[in-house]
């Protein structure tokens, strides 16, 4: 009994655990001497111990160093850096960390004595830090700016890091050869925190706010390709987008935003627009600085201009004004084109008068296309209408073309086909132009074929006259539907109408799982009833008729049926087998055969089809676009300004008369083309005409803008951006030490209680 148990007490002491190095008694004395902070025992005692390893550490790889660097123990620091076996190890990045220079500029020295540049290199094997990780990058993630600047004149730099989405020849794809991913992964994120540190931007751009923005849109993609880093992306961006929202709080008038978001740096295609800064921000769908107050200010001066009564008008005005514009449309063509300098003309150019305009002559549109679409066709003659309304629709359709090629021109086709509307456009103008051309091809075949008075019903099913109809009928849905792009303008209507697309998304995802779900059961149903299709079983006591139904007898029909079955519109019987009678040996009776396995394996696809789609995808949409609503809600604010805003620009950049008389060239409509023209005839030393796949045409600045108002405002923006920040800092901390005095009082006044 004494063996077995001697035994098993050496097996647990030789049980092997993490190995990691202990402190001995010795060295723990030699940790508590380094506490205290009397550098003459330290001394004493390595005087004493001439072979002691001074940079002997604990298990969490901390040495007497790092103890003296965290005490802010700056004599210590010297003399136990003066040691001729000292190793820095990564003590100066925690003196950088904590945000002490003296500490960090002694510790620095001490690695140039040592190998000179080896203050630059990249720390390894640290406890704290990832592998080559650098000063500056420890500086700039902390924020701490007079850090930032002492190593800055120090040299010191950092790199900025390639997206995950970059595959160069020179650095991506030699990294991917030598490293493993996780560890590119990390350094990237790593460093992507220290460059995107607001701290860190102000002192290495003169334009913070464009860094921002391209450091958050290079995120964002970065967030959408690397996706095991997602959130830590996210998060990046989300944050360095608010810098700049905070720098734009900083602006104190209206003034200041102006000259901010008149910078076209960064964004050269949009000398059209008065403000590029702006444009770029809507282009990389920059919300919370869009939406600024300070932002919206500005927008709404520039869209009333001066006409402030709109803004306090009640809505009934605001529609007699619009149906008065529809009056008045004709007396703008006349003064926009012999008096374009008036003081009336000046006035129909501002963005809030153009939108009247543009309202007024669409609702003229609408009426057309409802005269049209409401003819009398009881004895309409094949080919196409003869009405006045459809030339009208013509030059209405031709206007509007123009005004969408027009806006492509100026805002780039990148730019242009990522907004939801203009596709809606398109299309509905694609739908108008489609129908024009069948009704020429139904002219066409009624002047060669004849029967032009030929009844309807005896028409072919693809008469040309036919498929215009359909078309028409789409076209005109899609015509009166953009009415919601109006109500996107409007307070109250706006937000729900922005939520309505919001879910359009979501369900356009969940067609998908449903089109796979239709799919499958489609082509394992669709032959399944394909011989019984037609058969009509007769009873023999009632002599009632039943017949097959066409539901599983091939393609088409299988597919009707589960589709309807989404909507609860398909009969239950669609899974019945229905097979003729069969002869028996009675004359007066017959046999009536069922395949039930057959019957059995229609209702189980039919039933499970029901029970996927309907029960389990349907409800999880519902609860997807409940999700999305609520997302959108407490976000309503925010995502409602930023497509208002859109809108506010598209009608910045339309023209001053509306279609159908945007056709007629005007001063204003024909002057940047004549402006275009000459600068490619003639470029001056600053600019050059261009022209790409892109952003079409566009007039470049070779220089680089300089201003000085820029440079004043944007000093001001960033000194009141970190005294704010600094302040709130302090009156956290006040907070803080506030609540622990409260805290402690309690305390203190429950022990006398008690006592």
């Not at 700056?74 to 136990?80: A, F, I, K, Q, T």
């Not at 129909?348 to 008068?353: F, I, L």
């Not at 676009?625 to 409602?640: D, F, G, P, R």
């Amino acid at each position: 009994m004494f063996n077995i148990s001697g035994q098993l007490a050496d097996r647990l002491k030789k049980r092997e655990s993490v190995t990691v190095p202990y402190l001995q008694d010795i060295e723990k004395e030699f940790f508590d001497l380094v506490a205290n902070g009397n550098v003459a025992d330290v001394r004493q005692f390595l005087e004493s111990q001439p072979d002691f390893n001074i940079n002997v550490s604990d298990f969490q790889g901390v040495t007497a160093l790092h103890v003296a660097v965290h005490d802010r123990n700056l004599p210590m620091v010297e003399y136990l850096l003066s040691h001729p076996d000292i190793d820095p190890g990564d003590t100066h990045l925690h003196a950088i960390r904590d945000n002490e220079q003296k500490i960090a500029l002694v510790i620095l020295d001490k690695l140039n004595e040592l190998t000179m540049g080896l203050e630059f290199v990249g720390v390894t094997q640290s406890s704290d830090f990832p592998d080559d990780t650098t000063p500056l990058m420890v500086a700039a993630q902390c924020g701490h700016f007079d850090m930032i600047t002492f190593l800055r004149n120090r040299r010191h730099s950092i790199p900025k890091p390639h997206p995950p989405y970059c595959n160069c020849e020179a650095v991506c794809k030699i990294e991917r050869e030598k490293s493993d991913l996780l560890t590119i992964g990390r350094m990237r994120l790593f460093a992507y925190k220290a460059i995107t540190n607001p701290a860190y931007i102000c002192q290495t751009v003169d334009d913070p706010i464009l860094q921002a923005f391209n450091l958050a849109h290079e995120l964002k993609q970065a967030a959408s390709f690397d996706r095991e880093f997602y959130h830590e992306y996210k998060r990046l961006s989300e944050n360095v987008a608010q810098f700049a929202t905070d720098l734009i709080a900083c602006a104190r008038s209206v003034e200041e935003v102006e000259v901010i978001l008149q910078q076209s740096t960064g964004f050269a295609h949009s000398s059209k627009f008065l403000y590029p800064r702006l444009l770029f921000a809507l282009s990389i769908k920059q919300r919370t600085f869009v939406a600024h107050p300070n932002v919206q200010q500005l927008m709404s001066s520039k869209w009333v201009e001066g006409w402030y009564e709109w803004k306090i008008m009640p809505m009934w005005m605001k529609c007699i004004h619009v149906a008065f514009r529809i009056v008045l449309l004709p007396v703008m063509l006349v003064v926009v084109l012999f008096a374009p300098n008036s003081r009336w003309s000046k006035r129909w150019q501002s963005p809030v008068n153009k939108f009247i305009s543009s309202t007024a002559s669409y609702l003229v549109f609408l009426l057309v296309v409802f005269l049209q679409s409401n003819i009398d066709k009881t004895n309409q003659l094949r080919g196409p209408p003869n009405t006045v309304y459809v030339w009208i629709l013509v030059l209405y359709i031709v206007s509007y073309t123009w005004a969408s090629i027009r806006l492509c021109v100026i805002h780039g086709p990148e730019r242009y086909f990522t907004s939801a509307w203009n596709w809606f456009d398109l299309i509905m103008i694609f739908l108008f132009i489609l129908t024009f051309m069948y009704w020429i091809t139904a002219a066409i075949d009624v002047r060669i074929n004849g029967q032009l008075e030929l009844e309807r019903k005896y028409w072919h099913k693809y008469d040309p006259t036919l498929i215009a109809e359909g078309i028409f009928c789409w076209a005109t849905i899609m015509a009166f539907l953009k009415l919601m792009h109006i109500c996107q303008l409007d307070y109250n209507l706006g937000p729900l109408q922005l939520s309505l697309g919001k879910m359009f998304k979501d369900v356009g995802k969940f067609t998908v799982l449903f089109s796979i779900m239709m799919l499958a059961f489609t082509a394992g149903t669709c032959k399944l009833y394909q011989y019984y299709d037609e058969m009509v079983q007769t009873d023999d006591q009632s002599k009632m008729k039943v017949q097959q139904a066409s539901s599983f007898v091939n393609f088409v029909a299988s597919l009707k049926t589960l589709f309807w079955a989404l909507f609860c519109m398909s009969p239950i019987e669609s899974a019945d087998v229905v097979i003729e009678n069969l002869p028996s040996d009675s004359e007066n009776e017959t046999v009536i055969n069922q395949h039930t396995f057959t019957e059995f394996i229609g209702y189980l696809s039919f039933a499970a089809f029901t029970f996927i789609s309907v029960i389990l995808i349907l409800n999880m949409l519902i609860a997807c676009m409940s999700n999305t609503l609520t997302k959108v809600t407490e976000n309503v604010i925010v995502e409602w300004i930023f497509g208002r805003t859109e809108a506010y620009v598209d009608y910045m950049l339309t023209t001053t008369l509306p279609p159908p008389f945007n056709i007629v060239p005007t001063y204003v409509g024909v002057q940047p083309v004549i402006e275009y023209l000459k600068i490619w005839w003639r470029p001056p030393p600053n600019k050059r005409a261009r022209w790409d796949i892109n952003h079409c045409c566009f007039i470049e600045t070779t220089e680089k803008e300089t201003s000085d108002a820029f440079d004043m405002v944007m000093g001001q923006l960033v000194q009141r951006y970190f005294r704010k920040k600094e302040k709130q800092e302090t009156e956290n901390e006040v907070e803080r030490l506030t609540k622990e005095i409260v805290e402690l009082r309690s305390l203190l006044r429950d022990a006398l209680t008690t006592d």
